[in-house]
């Protein structure tokens, strides 16, 4: 016999989105600026682009061969951010379409088993669009190759505006530097789908990028940015704005201080409310109803990382590992509420350390906060070197989905469990109530 939740989650999957692009696949969804022809950037385009740009190649044994040489292209290095020329936000301006709805052999990649579309290769397209717009940014037509190395630091956020996204209408990406540090770059950028003969907006993402020397093993300076009137003055002061929440961020984590009077007294709450009252012991807990053991929400996942998966730099692609973690942090909300959840919100992906090509990556991912309807996801990665036998982590993701109904609450049981729960907490509260 099968168990409720299990029919409860076939029924859900047998159910298919309806009215696609007002009523199903048609002109409708054909975007008119994505005719066949249109000189304007494709999405399958863009990794080969970004290969252009800093000589990189598709063949695995040129490829490294090629990274190999770049180390020449360190002289070619600004000494001081000063000896770059500024650049205007329209200069790192692009525009990304990806056809879903003109191009239906394109759709079969993109499409999951209930007719919606992977929102785990949305985030590898927003990936990529994020280093080249970098790199717009940072374009000197007197060199045939850039020197940088521009990688993702952290997905700062990325924010749902539209829960459906239909998989056969067309689709469009645009974005644009809009803050710069000596040798940080934030990109931000935009998607949107036509439906009903106008595009609608889908998702706003903002990305951290960082610049380093051609070897990836030291920082280097970026052109300054410019801005021309006062909308592009309060985006600019908005970056600012960015940095300073994520510096105060950083120095309030609970990896770091103590939780706040109001996040212990949740905490002391959450204890007294699984005492045993039948023993009066500090060890006897029991489970409150419609909850479940923070312990018993986890699912975890391993992945050999192949060069199929490499990035221009030889290592393993940022958006790939997204993808990864998006889809394992979206079984586990799927498995704990008990139908498929929606994507809310993306929150604070730091990318410490980058995953070189056949490492053993390792995947967690746990549910760690629960509100009404709501579930807070954190999935953490480690790389795992099976002869030294160390671990060491290279990312931590945060996702916020939002299922049918009401969800159990999740309860933690150890001090370490504790401190997970608050940390869900606040990213939360960050992405949802604020």
Not at 93 to 103: A, Q
Not at 123 to 148: G, M, R
Not at 255 to 265: F, I, M, Q, S
Request: overall charge positive.
């Amino acid at each position: 016999m099968f168990s409720p939740r299990f029919l409860l989650l076939r029924s859900a999957a047998s159910l298919t989105r309806r009215g696609f692009c007002a009523g199903g696949p048609s002109k409708q969804g054909k975007a008119p600026d994505m005719v066949e022809g249109n000189p304007l950037l494709h999405v399958s385009n863009v990794r080969n682009r970004l290969r252009d740009i800093v000589g990189a190649s598709t063949n695995w044994s040129d490829h490294r061969q090629a990274m190999e040489e770049r180390v020449s292209l360190s002289s070619m290095l600004a000494k001081s951010q000063s000896d770059l020329p500024a650049k205007r936000m329209k200069d790192s301006y692009l525009e990304v379409h990806l056809p879903l709805g003109s191009e239906p052999q394109l759709r079969e990649k993109y499409l999951t088993f209930h007719n919606t579309v992977r929102f785990g290769r949305i985030l590898e397209d927003l990936d990529s669009l994020a280093v080249l717009i970098s790199y717009s940014h940072t374009y000197n037509p007197a060199l045939k190759k850039s020197p940088l190395s521009i990688v993702t630091a952290l997905v700062d956020k990325i924010d749902m505006r539209q829960q459906i996204v239909y998989p056969d209408c067309d689709i469009k990406f645009t974005g644009h530097v809009t803050w710069v540090g000596k040798t940080s770059i934030e990109a931000k950028m935009h998607m949107s789908q036509y439906i009903n003969g106008a595009y609608s907006p889908v998702l706003d993402a903002t990305f951290v990028m960082v610049a380093r020397d051609p070897e990836n093993k030291r920082a280097a300076f970026v052109n300054p940015l410019t801005f021309e009137g006062p909308e592009e003055e309060k985006i600019f002061q908005e970056g600012e704005a960015n940095k300073s929440r994520r510096v105060e961020l950083s120095t309030a984590s609970l990896l770091k201080v103590a939780p706040t009077d109001e996040e212990r007294k949740i905490v002391h709450s959450q204890f007294l409310n699984t005492l045993d009252t039948n023993t009066v012991s500090f060890r006897s807990r029991v489970l409150p109803p419609n909850s479940v053991w923070m312990e018993d929400a986890k699912l975890k996942g391993l992945e050999i990382c192949h060069p199929q998966e490499r990035n221009i730099f030889n290592r393993i692609f940022g958006g790939f590992l997204m993808r990864k973690a998006y889809e394992l942090g979206w079984a586990n909300a799927c498995s704990y509420g008990g139908c498929r959840p929606s994507l809310v919100a993306v929150d604070d992906i730091l990318f410490q350390k980058p995953v070189e090509i056949g490492s053993l990556l390792l995947l967690s991912s746990q549910v760690c906060y629960t509100q009404g309807k709501y579930i807070q996801v954190r999935v953490h990665s480690e790389v795992y070197d099976p002869l030294t036998r160390q671990h060491n982590t290279t990312n931590v993701f945060h996702y916020t989905f939002a299922s049918d109904c009401n969800v159990p609450n999740i309860v933690p049981k150890t001090y370490g469990e504790s401190m997970l729960y608050l940390d869900g907490k606040r990213h939360f509260n960050q992405t949802v109530e604020h």
